[in-house]
């Protein structure tokens, strides 16, 4: 069975609802006020938690204006690493405050650390979590350091080999985590349906031996909800307050009452999984009495000798299944019956 873990209380894991994450990345757009307006839209859907990432331009590369360094098609083509950056990171200083006001509400917080100053950052914070993004799973280094926090540690999986993903999650559990999730994700913004291959949920489960999430860049909740049914125990979407508003990550982020839906219905989709065997809700108690069962259709002397014309399989469900019909039928009755009765054995002769 796969070990569980907690984040400040709340219990992740196969057994227990989907912890919902809401991402916000770089939808502040840059505002203070923007991103703390964020963090209460996310509290007021219900999710669980708001996820920030936490670098600078220059701890993710270095501003150069080499062909290496300009990003070629997709959704941020002809960007420079180091403006894109620039641009979309969540300035050091906010931490502080967004850390606050998410603890005021309720509402978990953590964030992807991105170097070492990152993670120094958040420990001082008391971080309940920290997540690994999809491009730095490789980062064996920065896997350890967060790890080594002794919180549990989420890791996105895009583009990673198999071997890839097993090296990430020993260093993770040698450096000392708290718990280890992979999120099953597809680095592509926005991710196809048709892309989204949700079936890796239970490989990686079964191979690694971890809880298992879906960090979802499709569009819509269709995934998450089937992620749901899989067995994913976290999903994470990229969140703004309006995809009009644009933004490096808007185009493929929920607005709140995307979220709120996203919350519920993952809930639902969590709560009709139940449970594995043959064990009936009780539920359904009330609704037996419309089964089919047999009834006497005239009224009959005792000693009459039963046949077809005297016996029905109809609703409602209180007299004797419908399976003893054969047997019933050339037997005496013990005692006389009405129309309507229920079939009873008690009215059958030895």
Same mark, same amino acid.
């Given at each position: 069975?796969?070990?569980?873990?907690?984040?400040?209380?709340?219990?992740?894991?196969?057994?227990?609802?989907?912890?919902?994450?809401?991402?916000?990345?770089?939808?502040?757009?840059?505002?203070?006020?923007?991103?703390?307006?964020?963090?209460?839209?996310?509290?007021?859907?219900?999710?669980?938690?708001?996820?920030?990432?936490?670098?600078?331009?220059?701890?993710?590369?270095?501003?150069?204006?080499?062909?290496?360094?300009?990003?070629?098609?997709?959704?941020?083509?002809?960007?420079?690493?180091?403006?894109?950056?620039?641009?979309?990171?969540?300035?050091?200083?906010?931490?502080?405050?967004?850390?606050?006001?998410?603890?005021?509400?309720?509402?978990?917080?953590?964030?992807?650390?991105?170097?070492?100053?990152?993670?120094?950052?958040?420990?001082?914070?008391?971080?309940?979590?920290?997540?690994?993004?999809?491009?730095?799973?490789?980062?064996?280094?920065?896997?350890?350091?967060?790890?080594?926090?002794?919180?549990?540690?989420?890791?996105?999986?895009?583009?990673?080999?198999?071997?890839?993903?097993?090296?990430?999650?020993?260093?993770?559990?040698?450096?000392?985590?708290?718990?280890? $999730? /992979?999120?099953?994700?597809? &680095?592509?913004?926005?991710?196809?349906? #048709? +892309?989204?291959?949700?079936?890796? *949920?239970?490989?990686?489960?079964?191979?690694?031996?971890?809880?298992?999430?879906?960090?979802?860049?499709?569009?819509?909740?269709?995934?998450?909800?089937?992620?749901?049914?899989?067995?994913?125990?976290?999903?994470?979407?990229?969140?703004?307050?309006?995809?009009?508003?644009?933004?490096?990550?808007?185009?493929?982020?929920?607005?709140?009452?995307?979220?709120?839906?996203?919350?519920?219905?993952?809930?639902?989709?969590?709560?009709?999984?139940?449970?594995?065997?043959?064990?009936?809700?009780?539920?359904?108690?009330?609704?037996?009495?419309?089964?089919?069962?047999?009834?006497?259709?005239?009224?009959?002397?005792?000693?009459?000798?039963?046949?077809?014309?005297?016996?029905?399989?109809?609703?409602?469900?209180?007299?004797?299944?419908?399976?003893?019909?054969?047997? $019933? /039928?050339?037997?005496?009755? &013990?005692?006389?019956?009405?129309?309507? #009765? +229920?079939?009873?054995?008690?009215? *059958?002769?030895?």
């Amino acid at each position: 069975m796969t070990a569980v873990f907690s984040i400040n209380g709340r219990t992740i894991g196969p057994g227990h609802p989907p912890y919902v994450i809401a991402e916000l990345s770089a939808n502040h757009n840059g505002s203070l006020e923007r991103a703390k307006d964020s963090i209460r839209a996310a509290a007021a859907a219900g999710a669980h938690a708001v996820k920030l990432q936490t670098y600078t331009a220059d701890t993710m590369t270095i501003d150069c204006d080499r062909d290496d360094f300009v990003i070629k098609g997709g959704l941020w083509d002809g960007y420079k690493l180091y403006d894109l950056y620039a641009e979309a990171h969540t300035p050091f200083e906010w931490h502080g405050e967004l850390f606050a006001l998410a603890r005021s509400l309720g509402i978990d917080i953590f964030s992807s650390p991105f170097d070492e100053s990152a993670v120094d950052l958040l420990r001082g914070l008391d971080a309940p979590a920290y997540k690994i993004a999809s491009f730095e799973l490789t980062d064996l280094p920065l896997v350890a350091c967060a790890a080594a926090t002794g919180k549990p540690l989420l890791m996105s999986t895009g583009m990673a080999s198999e071997a890839e993903i097993a090296e990430a999650v020993k260093t993770a559990r040698d450096a000392g985590a708290g718990g280890v $999730l /992979l999120f099953h994700c597809i &680095s592509q913004y926005p991710a196809p349906m #048709e +892309a989204a291959n949700l079936s890796k *949920i239970v490989s990686l489960r079964e191979h690694f031996d971890v809880v298992v999430g879906l960090s979802d860049h499709t569009m819509g909740n269709v995934a998450a909800i089937a992620a749901t049914a899989l067995g994913a125990a976290a999903i994470e979407k990229h969140f703004t307050l309006s995809r009009a508003d644009k933004g490096p990550d808007s185009s493929f982020s929920l607005e709140p009452d995307e979220l709120r839906r996203l919350v519920a219905d993952t809930a639902d989709a969590w709560a009709a999984l139940g449970r594995a065997g043959f064990e009936r809700p009780s539920s359904e108690d009330a609704s037996k009495a419309f089964r089919r069962s047999l009834y006497f259709v005239a009224d009959l002397p005792a000693g009459t000798v039963l046949d077809s014309s005297h016996i029905r399989r109809i609703r409602p469900g209180f007299g004797l299944s419908p399976k003893h019909l054969d047997e $019933l /039928l050339g037997r005496k009755l &013990s005692k006389p019956v009405k129309r309507g #009765e +229920a079939v009873r054995w008690d009215a *059958i002769s030895v």
